[in-house]
């Protein structure tokens, strides 16, 4: 039993360097990997000089048969044209890369599916003359057609809504896809197999060579439960970037809605904007849709006297400094979707405890152990948010949100959010009063591991 065990540890760093292995030939050629543009200039009668630009391709030998099918295209319906240039530069000139996007040019051109013809002539006329013959003659043919768009004028991408499985290839073989892919599965093996030991001894000894565990990675496995954080942090934040993905597309009607009801109804600003604290030492500018009056932070609404509780500045809904639609979005929570920004750049969670400003950081202070709160990062929704934040005091919050920090450090966070995540949607979709904060706690505790 000990020989296998040591033969499954000894497979490890064989799969994790191999992973390594991969992520580092994708970056090799993601960084020193050339585009190829294929290019030719043919003469045609009448002064008027055609050049074709296609997009890049990553192969040299594919840009030269590129090149060679549109000069025996040009051949075949033009005999008398004169190929002047045939070439696959790596590098565009500033008017060919203002050429191949859709922004307007000086001259005649025509769209093709893969990239464009300009038409060049000393006479105007000629030159567009001969864009609008090209766009007659392939009109024939919708999926091929050269629809031409004149001088100084919007060029739109032609698009495609049913993609060719040739077309996905290149993308799925990529140089970047093969290093997040490597880089993806490291991660996965490297934590699969350190995430089960508790201490840095049984994760060092047959894990890794002594000189790596000495000089490398010791120094990142420092006490009894820090493997579990690593593992925590590494899928919590995994976790963040791919829910966020998913709701960024799919809410953004709704980010755009209620942009936009709110320039109609309360006009600028729309963004309400503060420098708040996702961890102790770590202050962010966070990002919320504006649902209060532009002055609500005047001394006349004494919202800190009033509602300023030892750190949490709680403001009830029926409070006057609210706007008709802002009271809409605070009850859908729709007034917390442009934090996702701040989730994917700032390294926000989208569970987490609520990020405060700085004085209310300061207030907490004189509560015992008041920075275990901040040992996980701050987020969007947490567990105050469900029980209710008017319905706990400071000191029944605060010993919630620590609990979570526990959580994020010794248990199973992944769960915990999932649990979080569901009331708050079950909250907002029901309108309910939110679970007690017995049922709260003993959530929690079950994310915790057994002892």
Not at 44 to 71: K, M, P, S, W, Y
Not at 221 to 246: M, W
């Amino acid at each position: 039993m000990t020989r296998s065990l040591i033969q499954k540890r000894g497979i490890t760093p064989i799969a994790i360097g191999g992973s390594l292995l991969i992520a580092a030939i994708g970056a090799a050629q993601f960084f020193s990997g050339r585009v190829y543009y294929p290019h030719v200039v043919v003469e045609a009668v009448e002064n008027v000089r055609l050049e074709f630009l296609q997009e890049g391709l990553a192969n040299g030998a594919d840009c030269n048969a590129a090149t060679a099918a549109i000069v025996d295209a040009v051949r075949a319906s033009c005999p008398t044209c004169r190929v002047a240039a045939q070439q696959c530069p790596v590098r565009l000139e500033p008017r060919y890369e203002k050429l191949l996007s859709d922004e307007p040019v000086a001259t005649p051109s025509s769209r093709l599916p893969h990239g464009v013809v300009a038409y060049v002539s000393d006479d105007e006329g000629l030159a567009l003359a001969a864009c609008s013959e090209s766009e007659r003659l392939t009109g024939a043919n919708p999926g091929f057609r050269a629809i031409c768009h004149q001088p100084n004028t919007p060029r739109p991408m032609p698009g495609s809504s049913h993609p060719q499985l040739a077309d996905m290839w290149p993308m799925i073989f990529s140089p970047p896809a093969f290093l997040l892919i490597g880089l993806a599965l490291a991660g996965f093996l490297f934590v699969r197999f350190a995430a089960p030991h508790a201490r840095w001894g049984a994760l060092a000894h047959g894990y890794f060579p002594s000189r790596l565990r000495t000089g490398l990675v010791k120094p990142l496995f420092v006490g009894s439960n820090d493997v579990l954080r690593f593992r925590n942090r590494i899928l919590k934040r995994s976790f963040d970037i791919l829910v966020t993905a998913i709701l960024l597309f799919i809410l953004a009607p709704v980010f755009l809605c209620a942009t936009a009801l709110l320039l109609l109804t309360q006009g600028r600003p729309i963004f309400y904007i503060s420098t708040r604290y996702i961890g102790l030492n770590r202050p962010v500018r966070v990002i919320k849709f504006r649902t209060m009056v532009r002055d609500a932070c005047s001394p006349k609404y004494e919202l800190k006297e009033r509602f300023m509780r030892d750190g949490y500045l709680d403001i009830p809904l029926t409070c006057e400094v609210y706007t008709p639609i802002g009271r809409i979005l605070e009850r859908l929570q729709i007034v917390e979707l442009p934090q996702l920004l701040n989730v994917v750049i700032d390294g926000m969670s989208l569970v987490g405890n609520r990020p405060l400003p700085k004085e209310n950081v300061e207030l907490l202070a004189k509560f015992p152990a008041w920075e275990k709160r901040f040992a996980s990062p701050g987020g969007i929704t947490g567990i105050s948010q469900v029980v209710g934040k008017l319905n706990l005091t400071p000191a029944q919050r605060l010993r919630l949100e620590s609990l979570y920090s526990k959580v994020y450090q010794e248990g199973n966070v992944i769960r915990c959010d999932f649990l979080i995540i569901w009331h708050t949607t079950a909250g907002v979709l029901f309108q309910n009063e939110g679970i007690s904060l017995d049922r709260a706690e003993g959530l929690r505790q079950s994310c915790l591991p057994k002892k």
